[in-house]
């Protein structure tokens, strides 16, 4: 079998599971337990991020005090409610999810997975999509000194890989992943499925856009150039 010329580096939530929502609620809770007040629609447009780059940019909007303290507490009550709604009505992969990275494994294509979120609440997604970190590279928040928009997790997927940035797939469904991607001169492949639009994901540098895991292994031949 051929092996690829090209790497995939995977997002998490939103990418392969279906989990942005979740996450949406979970920070609602922890901000309303804060007593910071803010739409649901303002949290959703900054899911993708790290939690510490999320907490400081809402807390900056609201114009209130921000505190190394009031971080941590945000971060732990995330984290906790996130894992709660986890447990009690599960997080599912996306379509066609376990079944784009088997034929990546099965054709021998490098893959990773690159994720914002830290390991306590990547550790749910991961089990439901079958993934098992020992076997397979999984970059978390904790394990790099910037999360997204900075490249450091694609770079630091890219190097578990032993594969060039450069010949790397950023696959994400948020303009912090293509940004991520640009700054790591990686090519991002967006994917709706986070519930950002095509043209938003474009102007941040998608070079494809594809509904959800399902249909970027139909076109599969698009972006997968195999020598």
Excluded: C
Aim: charged share 25%.
């Amino acid at each position: 079998m051929p092996r690829a010329s090209t790497a995939f580096l995977f997002d998490l939530d939103g990418t392969l599971v279906d989990s942005v929502y979740q996450h949406v609620l979970a920070w609602k809770e922890a901000l309303d337990r804060e007593g910071v007040e803010l739409s649901v629609w303002r949290i959703h447009r900054k899911i993708g991020m790290s939690g510490g780059l999320f907490a400081n940019i809402l807390l900056r909007e609201t114009g209130m005090d921000i505190t190394e303290e009031r971080l941590l507490r945000l971060r732990d009550w995330h984290a906790e409610a996130y894992n709660r709604h986890a447990s009690q009505r599960g997080v599912r992969p996306l379509p066609g999810a376990r079944e784009l990275l088997a034929f990546l494994t099965e054709q021998g294509i490098p893959w990773a997975i690159a994720t914002s979120g830290r390991m306590e609440t990547a550790a749910h997604n991961l089990e439901a999509l079958g993934v098992d970190p020992a076997k397979v590279p999984v970059v978390t928040r904790d394990q790099v000194r910037h999360a997204k928009p900075d490249p450091d997790l694609f770079l630091a997927a890219a190097d578990r890989l032993g594969v060039d940035i450069e010949h790397s797939l950023v696959i994400g469904d948020s303009i912090w992943d293509m940004l991520a991607a640009q700054r790591a001169r990686g090519l991002g492949v967006g994917l709706l499925s986070g519930g950002y639009g095509q043209e938003e994901l474009e102007r941040a540098g998608a070079f494809r856009v594809y509904e959800d895991p399902a249909d970027l292994l139909r076109r599969i031949d698009e972006v997968a150039a195999r020598s």
